[in-house]
Every structure is written in C-alpha cells, then in structure tokens.
C-alpha cells in the first residue's frame, strides 16, 4: 500500500483545513488512520477509521473539532479539520494497517504510512 498525504497549509487560528490520504497498491487494508507529530513530541493518534465498515475513532485532543470519512471508490481517506488551534500545528501523517479490523490508536499497529503534510496553525 502506498499513501500519499496532502491538503496542509497555513490556517489561522479558528479556520479549517481538509486532509486527504490517497491510498493505491494491491495490499488489503483494515483500518486507516492520522496522526500528528509536533517538533519534540511523540507521534500522536488524531483519528482513524476501519476502511470496509466505517467505525471511526478519535483522539480526545480533536473529539468534535475534526471528522475522518473515507471514499471507497476513490480510495482516499479524509481529515475535516475545524476549529483549528495553535496546539493542532504539526505534521500529519496518514497510515494504514492490515492486521486488525478494530481502529487502534498505536503507531504500531500500523504498517504503512504516507510521507506527512504539515499543517500550521498561527494565533
């Protein structure tokens, strides 16, 4: 599976963005998910989604800010960022994983994974 992230930028305070993941390849996949990695900090879970039944889950930093959805045809998953905050600027990573159905918040749980999009927020 390869991912390819797009969609960052410089936001404002209070404005959105819209993440998109592109997956391609021949390998099955289970369950997708974002994360976010701020300079000197761990890689962090923001939300994912299993890809066949589309249960979702969400970090508790971003729970009613922002919304995955994915798009089966196009095989690309999404990021609705709303609500942005200085907190949220990172690099946002998508990944995809193929050895559990059920959305899991660890890295390693994980087995592929896009290059990342920076994502800027300014106060």
């Known amino acids: 599976v390869q991912l390819q992230a797009s969609g960052g930028g410089l936001v404002q305070a209070g404005g959105s963005l819209r993440l998109s993941c592109a997956a391609s390849g021949r390998s099955s996949r289970y369950i997708m998910g974002w994360f976010r990695q701020a300079p000197g900090k761990e890689r962090e879970f923001v939300a994912g989604?299993?890809?066949?039944?589309?249960?979702?889950l969400y970090g508790d930093s971003v729970k009613g800010r922002f919304t995955v959805s994915r798009d089966n045809a196009e095989n690309t998953m999404y990021l609705q960022m709303n609500s942005l905050k200085p907190d949220d600027t990172a690099v946002y990573y998508c990944a995809a994983g193929q050895r559990s159905s059920v959305v899991m918040r660890t890295t390693g749980d994980y087995d592929y994974w896009g290059q990342g999009t920076l994502v800027t927020v300014s106060s």
């Open positions: 989604i299993n890809w066949t039944y589309g249960h979702i």
